[in-house]
């Protein structure tokens, strides 16, 4: 099988790495011919993995005709960069290709997921892949468990069997709404306890914070079509505790910044926060369908309207029950 991965930045090139224990050919697309060449001349991607040797069958090109045949591609790419890249591709690839959509963020103020957006120029046959996954231990091949979801059964079994191996593993889970707003929500949460870390908010109120936040979580699939289930697979706590607690999460750096009163220039600084485009989404996304949700409320207002986190954290907690 040709299998191909657009976007060769941390996620892009690690999951090309794990495909390649199973496809024949993986076809990494990236945007810069410089950095195709290198990888192709060296076996590296220098710019995010400069230590780790990708193996011989995956080859880099800026060339999208060369996915013309993968039977399955792999959208590693930013939210941002999802629109266009779809319209590029319509009129390559044929129907028959599985789309696989690997980014944990929301259009706004459109508020569509990257699958609704994936119907929108193809059909609903897309798969959907989610989980507590750090890119860096990906490509080190160390143990790891994700989940996926598709509204068509045949094309995520093989995507699993694409993306299986010893230490990856696949679940699949009949719930696109869910596993899709669920990556979405994970990063206000991973930001709501950066900000209570950057206050030098005490332990107990930290985890009750990430305890509330699971439970909106699960309010908020349900509100919205998915199921409750969802909210305790490794998409769902899995991701949120990881990313809520760890310092790789970007999401949780920002949420850190915050706290301190830090405002980041994204523009200037050259990193994508999903999270705040996020934070936007799932705000609207709660007035729309009259959900309540402290965690959102307290996230919302200390990064959109720009409150004190300390005066914004005692009206979390005196709603917190």
């Keep these: 099988m040709k299998v191909g991965v657009i976007g060769a930045g941390s996620l892009g090139t690690a999951l090309a790495q794990t495909i390649a224990k199973n496809a024949e050919e993986v076809i990494l697309h990236l945007r810069r011919q410089s950095l195709a060449d290198d990888i192709n001349d060296t076996g590296f991607n220098r710019e995010y993995y400069p230590n780790v040797k990708l193996l011989d069958n995956i080859a880099a090109t800026c060339d999208l005709n060369a996915l013309v045949d993968c039977k399955v591609i792999f959208l590693s790419i930013p939210s941002s960069a999802f629109r266009k890249t779809l319209d590029d591709l319509k009129g390559v690839v044929s129907k028959d290709t599985i789309l696989v959509t690997t980014a944990k963020g929301i259009e706004y103020p459109s508020l569509k997921t990257m699958g609704r957006l994936i119907e929108e120029y193809f059909d609903d046959s897309y798969v959907a892949l989610s989980g507590p996954n750090f890119a860096s231990e990906i490509v080190l091949n160390l143990p790891t468990v994700s989940n996926i979801a598709s509204k068509n059964r045949g094309n995520a079994e093989i995507v699993k069997e694409v993306l299986s191996t010893n230490q990856f593993k696949v679940k699949i889970i009949d719930d696109v709404i869910g596993l899709e707003i669920s990556g979405i929500i994970k990063n206000i949460n991973a930001i709501a306890n ?19 936040g699971f439970e909106d979580t699960i309010n908020i699939i349900e509100s919205i079509g998915g199921k409750s289930t969802t909210a305790s697979e490794y998409c769902g706590f899995g991701d949120l505790v990881l990313t809520s607690t760890s310092f790789e999460s970007r999401n ?39 959900i309540e949700s402290v965690i959102v409320d307290f996230v919302y207002e200390i990064i959109v309207e720009h409150e004190l986190p300390k005066i914004a954290f005692k009206k979390l907690w005196a709603n917190i029950e």
């Design 194 to 212: 950066g900000i209570c870390e950057g206050m030098s908010v005490n332990e107990n109120a930290r985890y009750g914070v990430l305890t509330k």
């Design 252 to 290: 949780h750096t920002l949420g850190m910044l915050y706290g301190q009163r830090l405002i980041v220039d994204e523009k200037a600084s050259g990193i994508v926060f999903e999270g705040k485009n996020s934070i936007m989404a799932i705000k609207d996304i709660c007035d729309n369908n009259g």
